[in-house]
């Protein structure tokens, strides 16, 4: 359980982390498609990462801290094409820096919106970090938005694109920060990847 949550930094240097001292684990998604929100309902904080109707809200690194024993880290979305070019490949590098180089992160969510047909944009990414050896599993968001069978559909369609890429399947939630569906089996993952 997330007891306790405090922001610590930003940052758009990845060398400026906080000192890989301890348990770290990351949220990326394309742009607007709920991370911030997703951050804050696990958290029970509803102020502490920030979010917007607008995609491109975050557009640093921040880390917080969770039950001061482990880092939580939000991201800034890929794929947000209204950025001109260099600053969509410097938020790129940034992110791939920080996740290819960051010695203690032992896991990174990719969300995905569940309203959605599996988009290539996502699966790329996957892909990326399976070649680069970043643990990953998927979190399907705004779960709320669409009738079960639907939200199931779209799931089912993109846990299928996976196994063109993966023998195995990544793990994968479903969850809404609306109404909080998902969130003890998220939170319960969070725990054991923190204590491995
Ligand atoms: P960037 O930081 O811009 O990359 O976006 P983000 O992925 O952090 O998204 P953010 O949490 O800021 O949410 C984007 C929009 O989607 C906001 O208007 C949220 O209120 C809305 N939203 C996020 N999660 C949900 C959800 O589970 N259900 C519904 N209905 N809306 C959501
Ligand atoms: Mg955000």
Redesign the pocket.
């Known amino acids: 359980m997330i007891r306790k949550a405090e922001f610590v930094i930003s940052n758009s240097n990845p060398g400026n982390c906080p000192k890989p001292d301890r348990a770290e684990i990351a949220f990326i998604?394309?742009?607007?498609?709920?991370?911030?929100?997703?951050?804050?309902?696990l958290t029970n904080k509803k102020g502490l990462?920030?979010?917007?109707?607008?995609?491109?809200?975050?557009?640093l690194i921040n880390h917080f801290l969770i039950n001061d024993q482990w880092y939580l880290v939000?991201l800034?979305?890929y794929g947000?094409a209204k950025v001109n070019v260099k600053v969509k490949e410097g938020w790129e590098n940034m992110i791939k820096t920080y996740l290819t180089k960051r010695e203690n992160l032992c896991g990174v969510f990719i969300?995905i919106d569940s309203r959605l047909e599996p988009q290539k944009i996502d699966l790329e990414f996957l892909l990326w970090c399976g070649v680069n050896g970043v643990p990953a599993a998927l979190i399907f968001?705004?779960?709320?938005?669409l009738s079960k069978t639907k939200t199931e559909q779209n799931v089912r369609k993109f846990l299928k694109k996976t196994e063109e890429i993966f023998e195995e399947a990544p793990d994968y939630f479903v969850?809404?920060?609306?109404?909080q569906m998902g969130k003890d089996e998220v939170n319960a993952f969070l725990e054991e990847l923190v204590r491995e």
């Open positions: 998604g394309r742009s607007n498609v709920g991370k911030s929100s997703l951050i804050n309902m990462a920030k979010t917007s109707q607008t995609p491109g809200k975050t557009q939000d800034p979305g947000f969300l968001t705004k779960a709320d938005k969850t809404s920060a609306e109404n």
